[in-house]
């Protein structure tokens, strides 16, 4: 078996990213900024090894080669990392840190994901241009959570005009109340989850929305699937990162408990952005953690203790083909997009790299100069913290960056009771997903029964530390 190309450097000199829905959009740019970023800041000695995931071998090479091609250019053309190294700096060593793999994941096929988290923690993963040998993946630092469906089906005109004349430019733009969502939504074959059979198992497991399944259960499966890899035995090891892409308009209104997956009346994509929100800021409150906990109790990663962190973040207002307009429409889109950032808006980022500042909030100014901004978020403020009304005129960011700018118009000072709220959605958030993720383990392990499928075994012992938490006892 070949060595890896970065054989020989040592273990803290690697940096392992994966990288969903990066053959298009913001995943494209997140790849891009992330060998940018490492470049700029890493030691010379060490290795990025970005993992892109694709639905498709042919997507998974067209996007190697654009990050290739994206590397290519910024070792000739980056002064910055010219001067970092000197009088030697040589392109070529600057490319030879970079390595480029993929693997392919459907988000909305179960047995996809599980097969996708298996080739990267026990198996090999594949280069498909060929130019590295499959190599192993002994751990991830990262895990980008990109992927995703949009869930509508064009705009209602005069929402569009009542909003823009009550609402202005900016604030129509950044929290649209215009898009029309398809409802009721699609919703996926469970039969054809399964793999074409009938549950053995008793009953069916419960249905899946499409853009449910596209933008949270199925990273939500999959960052479980990922324990083993995200996980650490001790606490002198940096922590794997899980960070769920989000977006700027996803307030306490989209989320409906009564119609969870957004497969009825609620519009699927900010719904389910909502729910990423909420699991992700709540994850590690005391009164979640006894829900939460058979989540990263995985067997698979018994002797690792030290469970990944979730992060949240967005990448601004990005021009992307996700919305479905024509041409004619995409063009007046991106003119307007455009407007609103040179009227003001920290949150137009309108393209994809700019999209990718950060892992908190994506901001512009008007002079299209990108940086990180914290974010408002509808029942937990910027930080999770009471703050009195004059905290926001003590903020000492200024212009773009500042809390005050781009700011939704009806966003008040977070109280104790809408914090209080907040953490019992999130509860409720990671009850549901929990009951949804062992619901089809079940089924899915109850289908392979007669094969004496490890994922069996794993999946009644998960099964029985999920109701022995919601009872109270620990696991």
């Not at 083909?321 to 949150?347: A, D, K």
Request: hydrophobic share 40%; glycine share 8%; proline share 5%.
């Amino acid at each position: 078996m070949s060595s890896p190309p970065w054989a020989g450097a040592s273990s803290d000199d690697l940096y392992f990213v994966l990288i969903t829905g990066a053959n298009s959009g913001v995943g494209v740019g997140i790849g891009e900024r992330t060998i940018d970023e490492f470049l700029s800041s890493r030691p010379l000695s060490s290795h990025l090894i970005l993992i892109p995931t694709t639905r498709s071998k042919a997507k998974s090479r067209d996007t190697v080669l654009a990050l290739r091609s994206h590397l290519h250019e910024v070792a000739h053309t980056s002064k910055e990392l010219a001067a970092r190294s000197g009088a030697a700096y040589d392109p070529q060593a600057t490319i030879a840190r970079v390595h480029v793999l993929s693997v392919q994941v459907d988000l909305c096929d179960l047995r996809s994901i599980r097969a996708a988290a298996d080739q990267l923690v026990n198996g090999k993963v594949a280069d498909p241009t060929g130019v590295i040998a499959d190599v192993r993946i002994p751990r991830l630092d990262a895990a980008l959570f990109n992927a995703g469906l949009g869930g509508w089906e064009g705009l209602d005109w005069l929402e569009f005009a009542r909003q823009f004349a009550t609402r202005g430019l900016i604030q129509s733009t950044t929290y649209p109340s215009f898009k029309k969502a398809v409802v009721p939504a699609a919703v996926l074959d469970s039969q054809k989850l399964l793999g074409g059979e009938k549950p053995r198992s008793g009953a069916s497991p419960p249905a899946l929305a499409e853009v449910f399944c596209a933008n949270t259960f199925g990273h939500y499966v999959l960052a479980h699937e990922l324990l083993p890899a995200l996980s650490r035995a001790n606490i002198s090891e940096a922590p794997g990162r899980v960070v769920w892409t989000s977006s700027i308009d996803a307030g306490h209104e989209h989320l409906d408990f009564d119609d969870f997956q957004a497969s009825r009346y609620m519009a699927p994509y900010e719904s389910s952005k909502r729910i990423s929100d909420l699991i992700c800021l709540t994850s590690d409150l005391p009164s979640v953690q006894e829900v939460s906990a058979p989540y990263f109790a995985s067997p698979a990663a018994a002797d690792k203790p030290v469970k990944p962190r979730f992060y949240v973040s967005h990448p601004g207002i990005v021009c992307t083909p996700m919305f479905p307009l024509n041409w004619f429409l995409f063009f007046w889109y991106w003119v307007t997009m455009h407007l609103s950032r040179i009227c003001g808006s920290p949150w137009h980022t309108v393209d994809a790299y700019r999209g990718a500042t950060s892992s908190g909030g994506s901001s512009v100014t008007r002079d299209r100069r990108s940086a990180p901004k914290k974010t408002e978020v509808e029942g937990w403020g910027w930080e999770g913290r009471i703050e009195d009304a004059e905290a926001l005129k003590r903020d000492d960011a200024e212009g773009a960056l500042h809390k005050s700018k781009g700011r939704k118009w009806d966003a008040a000072t977070l109280t104790k009771e809408q914090k209080a709220q907040f953490e019992a959605d999130g509860r409720r958030c990671w009850e549901e997903l929990e009951r949804l993720r062992v619901a089809w383990e079940a089924a899915l392990a109850g289908n392979r029964r007669e094969t004496g499928d490890w994922f069996y075994t794993m999946t009644s012992s998960m099964d029985g530390a999920y109701k022995r938490a919601r009872s109270g006892i620990k696991a």
